[in-house]
């Protein structure tokens, strides 16, 4: 790799506005990361309480939208001031290029699009309309159809499917055994009774205001996914924070909402984020480059998730945060 590609300003800032912007876009949907799967299924686990699709939506689409925009700002404002317009134009050129290159969609392209739309539709809708005819329905049950359908609609050669088995068997099956592992735990904190244990170990906790420990909260697990899966954070930690939440008498939802939007917002180090790694594994990034432009948007993330877990969250979702309800 050739040392000028590391001092293009403009690459740098790409490269990195491509890796926040994948971390920060799954906050905004209930399958965006699978942390938000794991405190969805951990919550329906020890509360029976299921959140919705559009639920989800209400409160992570407004952190994610401000989020991105605060990136942008700061990327090409601060952290990466563009003033090459030369550069711009090169790459404006190289952009369309590449347009070109790809091409028009091909049929199956079309094809899969129309299906990952029509489950997408059914997501969003499952509660308000279509479960007063099939009143079983759930996103289990719409994922799986959609599934199933791309394995019989056949692609632009009728002897193919959109999807075959060999193709099936590449997908990471590791993260859905670190996910049933997950609700493993949670199912055992509760059953053997740790989490009442664990509970009655944070009543020193009682005088420390509760936007004041959710912000601990934020900060640490912000932090501790830098350096460790945070997917195997939220499954360790989700567990502790609904005994803990039993133990202040605080409602469960805002401290392990907020504890889950911060695991997702790791942005320093390569090995944060898998987005992270393959930026910085491209070559074009040093790691002073990710951390130093990291750094803030983790301060920038704290905060923002801090106030609109405390301020926004029990407005849209309809619950007092400071009030343990189960």
């Known amino acids: 790799m050739e040392n000028h590609k590391t001092d293009n300003k403009i690459g740098k800032a790409i490269l990195l506005g491509v890796a926040y912007s994948a971390s920060i876009g799954g906050l905004a949907t209930l399958i965006g990361t699978p942390t938000n799967i ?14 919705t699709f559009n639920q989800w939506m209400l409160f992570g ?3 994610s939208i401000i989020l991105l925009l605060f990136t942008w700002y700061y990327l090409t404002y601060f952290a990466y001031k563009f003033d090459d317009k030369q550069s711009i134009n090169a790459g404006k050129q190289e952009i369309n290029k590449q347009l070109k290159a790809i091409g028009p969609m091909t049929v199956e392209e079309k094809r899969v699009s129309i299906v990952f739309g029509l489950v997408s539709f059914a ?33 632009s050669t009728p002897k193919t499917k959109l999807l075959d088995w060999t193709t099936a068997e590449k997908i990471p099956w590791g993260i859905l055994l670190l996910f049933g592992g997950g609700l493993s735990l949670a199912e055992g904190f509760s059953s053997t009774g740790l989490a009442e244990w664990i509970g009655h170990q944070f009543v020193f906790l009682d005088f420390i205001a509760f936007g004041l420990f959710l912000l601990i909260i934020i900060i640490s697990v912000n932090f501790l996914t830098e350096i460790t899966s945070n997917m195997a954070t939220a499954s360790m930690l989700l567990p502790i924070l609904a005994a803990v939440s039993y133990s202040m008498d605080v409602h469960p939802f805002g401290l392990m909402m907020g504890a889950t939007m911060a695991s997702s917002c790791a942005f320093m180090l390569p090995v944060a984020t898998p987005p992270n790694a393959v930026v910085f594994g491209s070559g074009y990034l040093e790691m002073k480059d990710m951390i130093k432009a990291g750094f803030w948007l983790n301060v920038i993330s704290i905060i923002l998730i801090t106030l609109i877990t405390f301020y926004y969250l029990p407005i849209v979702w309809g619950f007092e945060l400071e009030k343990y309800p189960f």
């Open 61 to 63: 689409l407004p952190i």
């Open 123 to 155: 997501w969003i809708t499952r509660t308000e309309y279509l479960q007063k005819f099939i009143p079983a329905l759930d996103d289990t049950i719409i994922a799986l159809t959609g599934v199933l359908l791309l394995f019989i609609i056949p692609s």
């Open 38 to 51: 794991i405190l969805a299924s951990i919550i329906k686990e020890i509360y029976q309480y299921e959140i």
